[in-house]
């Protein structure tokens, strides 16, 4: 199969689907895709324009008798979405429940004490919607998007982290620089760095680790 450029929405798994592969890491693991691999760690935060060895799928051959049927499982991984929702005092959201509609399945789901949702979703997951049945929780919807948070290491991942963890960089389209510099100076205060208002190799390191991914 030739190369596949990553577009942007894309995770491992959906391409994986995409191209009749069950096992993301059938591609992930290929040697020919060891130096993005390297680069990225992650498979499901991939950025636009990388480019993916798709290896052809293996034919696998199975006896057994004739003129009866037989069934076979296939064992992929499944694809979970997880993610810690805080209030603005920076506490869980704890043992609240909320619906997560997903590519036209709706999930009930309660968070848990550290308020985190957890849900297998398919591996062509896209966009989708938490809506919170509480009164108490500070906001009751919440757009998601699958596949779309890109690697730290580049401004849209960092800014990205930034706005999720409430410090408000802007969006990137309209790009205010002190207002970048103010959010970046707040993480760094809160969480013991230098102050410089500039996302560096440490602060990104740091913001990562914070995020989560």
């Known amino acids: 199969m030739p190369n596949y450029i990553v577009k942007q929405g894309d995770y491992l798994s959906k391409i994986a689907s995409k191209h009749g592969i069950s096992d993301y890491l059938t591609i992930w693991n290929h040697p020919k895709n060891a130096e993005l691999k390297k680069k990225r760690q992650n498979p499901n935060i991939l950025y636009l324009g990388d480019v993916l060895f798709i290896p052809e799928k293996e034919e696998k051959t199975e006896s057994g008798a004739t003129e009866q049927k037989h069934r076979f499982m296939v064992r992929a991984k499944p694809l979970m979405l997880r993610i810690v929702f805080k209030d603005l005092d920076d506490e869980p959201v704890a043992n609240k429940r909320c619906d997560l509609h997903l590519d036209g399945q709706v999930y009930e789901l309660t968070t848990n004490t550290e308020g985190k949702i957890e849900q297998k979703i398919p591996a062509t997951a896209e966009t989708g919607m938490i809506i919170f049945k509480d009164p108490e929780v500070p906001f009751d919807q919440i757009p998601i998007k699958i596949g779309h948070l890109d690697p730290i290491e580049e401004v849209s991942g960092w800014r990205d982290r930034l706005n999720n963890l409430g410090y408000n960089a802007g969006p990137l389209d309209y790009p205010d620089e002190e207002q970048i510099?103010?959010?970046?100076?707040?993480?760094?205060?809160?969480?013991?760095?230098q102050v410089d208002g500039i996302c560096g190799e440490k602060t990104q390191k740091k913001l990562k680790e914070v995020h989560g991914c």
């Open 181 to 193: 510099r103010m959010a970046v100076g707040r993480f760094q205060a809160d969480n013991g760095l």
